[in-house]
């Protein structure tokens, strides 16, 4: 008893679970005109786990002899109720010769297991032709224009009236951008004279034309330590252009050998004295205190300094306002200038398929 109940037991299930797959078919319309299409619709009823695997026929191919698949939809699943889908298929169908056609059943896989649908027919019929009155046929008609109709046309015009309004934009910008000038803010980098080539370029200056020797002594002082001064500011990094004499020497006794402070000292002294009491000096006086210049500026130069200098503009907060303009300017305009151009394409390509 205990066998026979199992076997019952499974006997049902399997029934159950069969009783759960269906498979049907229909058509829309079992006659047609030659030419014209139908569509046949596939539907599996299944459960929600299950596999199915429906039949598909490429385009052109035929499903018998005479009918031809012209497209396959995409499967279309829909829920029911008991965990139950419903998975729908269509199949648009054409034929070219007048005849009555079987459609054969159509397979489904299920879980591996096939399923048939029902059979069909298919009749195809030629549109019929009165040959009685042939004065009723009429030649085929020649190409004719369509109407024009504005609100095809609506949309393109009011396009290229857009299209116009962002050139003339456009254009209004780039006058603006012509009148806003630039303003050039590039780094220079240029060649600089170390202070002390300056300082012996400007006494080789003196020396060529031999001021030493000339009557006007306070022009010669006065030359001969304004090119220290500059010199001593540029090396020591002191404005000794405004200081005096003695202030000068105080600094620089601070870092400097006594020995060359004291020459140079004698020199700024004799340059007070010619240049404030007319004080007359002697032509080897002159010399000497010039090669005491020379012999303080070797001394006391820096020669791995760099030889090269960077320029950066200084820029106003006008100018900086101006760059930024200009910035936006541009970018407006560029921005502008391509939806233009992209609804200029637009309308071009809208034109061609009207006409």
């Keep these: 008893m205990k066998k026979w109940f199992i076997f019952i037991l499974l006997l049902a299930v399997a029934v159950d679970g069969k009783s759960q797959v269906q498979v049907e078919s229909k058509i829309d319309s079992m006659e047609i005109l030659i030419g014209e299409q139908t569509n046949l619709s596939l539907c599996v009823t299944m459960k929600k786990e299950q596999k199915l695997q429906m039949p598909d026929f490429s385009p052109s191919q035929y499903i018998t002899n005479g009918v031809e698949v012209l497209s396959t939809s995409k499967a279309d699943t829909s829920l029911l109720d008991e965990g139950l889908v419903k998975v729908k298929k269509e199949y648009t169908l054409t034929s070219f010769d007048e005849n009555l056609y079987y459609i054969p059943e159509m397979t489904v896989s299920v879980?591996?297991?096939?399923?048939?649908?029902?059979?069909?027919?298919?009749?195809?019929?030629?549109?019929?032709?009165?040959?009685?009155?042939?004065?009723?046929?009429?030649?085929?008609?020649?190409?004719?224009?369509?109407?024009?109709?504005?609100?095809?046309?609506?949309?393109?015009?009011?396009?290229?009236?857009?299209?116009?309004?962002?050139?003339?934009?456009?254009?209004?910008?780039?006058?603006?951008?012509?009148?806003?000038?630039?303003?050039?803010?590039?780094?220079?980098?240029?060649?600089?004279?170390?202070?002390?080539?300056?300082?012996?370029?400007?006494?080789?200056?003196?020396?060529?034309?031999?001021?030493?020797?000339?009557?006007?002594?306070?022009?010669?002082?006065?030359?001969?330590?304004?090119?220290?001064?500059?010199?001593?500011?540029?090396?020591?990094?002191?404005?000794?252009?405004?200081?005096?004499?003695?202030?000068?020497?105080?600094?620089?006794?601070?870092?400097?050998?006594?020995?060359?402070?004291?020459?140079?000292?004698?020199?700024?002294?004799t340059a007070d004295l010619v240049k404030f009491a007319k004080y007359s000096t002697l032509i080897n006086?002159?010399?000497?205190?010039?090669?005491?210049?020379?012999?303080?500026?070797?001394?006391?130069?820096?020669e791995n300094l760099p030889t090269t200098e960077r320029i950066e503009p200084k820029l106003t907060e006008k100018d900086i306002r101006s760059m930024r303009s200009r910035t936006i300017l541009t970018w407006t305009i560029f921005v502008i200038a391509a939806i233009a151009v992209i609804l200029f394409v637009y309308v071009l390509y809208r034109t061609y398929l009207l006409l």
Excluded at 161 to 167: E, G, H
Aim: charged share 30%; glycine share 2%; aromatic share 10%.
């Design 111 to 269: 879980d591996g297991k096939e399923y048939k649908s029902k059979s069909l027919a298919l009749k195809v019929i030629t549109m019929p032709v009165d040959t009685m009155h042939p004065e009723n046929f009429f030649p085929p008609k020649d190409v004719q224009d369509n109407p024009f109709m504005w609100k095809e046309w609506s949309g393109i015009f009011w396009m290229s009236v857009l299209v116009l309004l962002l050139v003339c934009v456009a254009f209004y910008l780039r006058l603006r951008l012509k009148d806003n000038k630039p303003i050039i803010a590039s780094v220079k980098i240029v060649k600089k004279m170390l202070p002390h080539q300056k300082a012996m370029k400007e006494i080789e200056k003196i020396k060529s034309e031999r001021m030493s020797s000339s009557e006007d002594q306070k022009a010669y002082y006065t030359r001969l330590t304004d090119t220290l001064r500059k010199y001593i500011e540029e090396r020591f990094g002191f404005n000794a252009m405004e200081m005096t004499s003695s202030e000068i020497i105080e600094r620089l006794n601070q870092a400097e050998d006594k020995t060359m402070i004291d020459e140079l000292r004698s020199l700024f002294t």
């Design 285 to 302: 006086e002159n010399d000497a205190n010039l090669v005491s210049a020379i012999d303080f500026i070797n001394t006391t130069k820096l």
